[in-house]
């Protein structure tokens, strides 16, 4: 009877367990097989214009910087701007010490008013009046001349006819030979005057004349360079002089640069160079001035690598209205060196690389299904799409990092 009951209650437990068993396995059977779906978020993929960019750094410099040299030198007598100050073309920056500057200006205007007598006079009535008398003199040596050679023909022929002394013939011919060369003489020292002597006189006048203009243009220059003025409409961006010291014509003293236009320098390695030209636009970020994009023209490109660094300088002209861009600031250049028009294109972030290949995934009945890719030309935010999915397929752009392929998937409406 006891080992009756034994068995009985050993059965008991053993049907037991296998009910408890049973209950624990049908409890557990819906939790392994019921997966959480996985929140993401999605975006079609579109055709659009894709355009490949190189990135490339630089410098903001000004479109013109010129360094102010005085011409003369000599004590700062008076300084009229502040370094950072806005100023136009020929605005007064500062003023020279103009005493001594002053006192050559006279002096050479005096000279250049004796060389204006000088010419009148080589010109004037004492010339008219000299020339006057050798008229005169040459007209009465014509006279005696014509008169000594009447007298000798009439001498010649008394002597021929025996009216007339040999003696007196001779003493004819003389006075003819005498009138002759008095006549030459007075010919000769009118024409030469005429010619040579006065034209000589007015030309040395004329030169003179020249030379003292000269000479007082020059010293009216250097008085004028006392006063020193800005070369271009800019802001002066340094000023290295003070009132009283003294300032010489080898070092620049101040700087103007020009910054309603600024360039930015860059260096474009020689894989890239061919594929930019002049004129071409290009977007330019500059972030110590706040400009996460704004537009900018090729304006120069070097045809000789730089010896250092091997690459091609290269200069990119930006306008600079709002005063917001200041030399030496540093600057991101994308260069545009491919474009694919109409590319079957999605954003660059849902691209996952795998084993060397380009993988994706797409949203279909709830699930998400990975696929193979090939990639074309990409930009900052999206890449073409040559191979692996069509237009319009729903691609995970967010939570793509926590799924596989057949994941469960809730699409965020967003």
């Not at 557990?28 to 055709?47: G, L, M, N, Y």
Request: net charge neutral; charged share 25%; proline share 2%.
């Amino acid at each position: 009877m006891l080992k009756k009951s034994i068995n009985i209650f050993v059965a008991a437990l053993l049907l037991t367990g296998i009910i408890t068993g049973c209950s624990r396995k049908q409890a557990q059977t819906p939790q392994q097989t019921d997966e959480k779906a996985i929140s993401v978020s999605v975006s079609k993929a579109v055709r659009m214009d894709i355009e490949s960019t190189v990135k490339l750094n630089g410098k903001v410099t000004p479109n013109i910087e010129v360094n102010v040299i005085p011409k003369v030198a000599g004590k700062v007598k008076k300084i009229y701007i502040k370094e950072g100050q806005m100023v136009k073309q020929g605005d007064i920056l500062f003023t020279i010490e103009d005493t001594d500057y002053r006192l050559q200006t006279e002096q050479a205007a005096a000279a250049l008013n004796s060389a204006r007598v000088a010419l009148q006079k080589a010109k004037g009535g004492a010339v008219e009046q000299q020339i006057a008398q050798l008229r005169s003199s040459l007209a009465l040596a014509e006279t005696n001349y014509s008169d000594a050679k009447n007298n000798y023909q009439r001498i010649k022929q008394l002597f021929e006819s025996g009216g007339a002394s040999k003696q007196a013939l001779e003493n004819a011919e003389t006075a003819l030979k005498n009138a002759q060369e008095q006549y030459q003489t007075a010919k000769n020292n009118l024409e030469l005057t005429l010619n040579k002597i006065n034209p000589e006189n007015i030309a040395a006048a004329e030169a003179g004349l020249k030379q003292s203009q000269a000479a007082y243009e020059i010293a009216k220059n250097q008085l004028d360079n006392t006063i020193v003025t800005s070369p271009i409409t800019g802001i002066v961006s340094s000023k290295n002089i003070e009132e009283g010291e003294m300032a010489g014509t080898a070092a620049p003293v101040m700087t103007v640069v020009d910054l309603s236009t600024v360039m930015v320098e860059i260096q474009v390695p020689e894989n890239t160079i061919n594929k930019i030209k002049l004129g071409d636009k290009v977007a330019v970020k500059i972030g110590s001035a706040g400009i996460d994009s704004i537009e900018g023209t090729i304006e120069s490109i070097s045809y000789t690598a730089d010896s250092n660094t091997r690459n091609y300088p290269v200069k990119i002209r930006i306008s600079n209205e709002k005063n917001l861009l200041k030399g030496g600031m540093f600057a991101e250049v994308l260069i545009p060196v491919a474009k694919a028009d109409q590319a079957l294109a999605v954003p660059l972030s849902a691209v996952l690389d795998e084993d060397r290949q380009k993988m994706i995934y797409v949203a279909v009945d709830g699930k998400a299904q990975k696929k193979e890719i090939k990639t074309g030309l990409a930009d900052d935010k999206f890449i073409q799409v040559l191979q692996g999915i069509s237009e319009n397929e729903e691609i995970i752009v967010k939570g793509q990092d926590f799924v596989q392929d057949g994941t469960k998937i809730i699409i965020d409406k967003e």
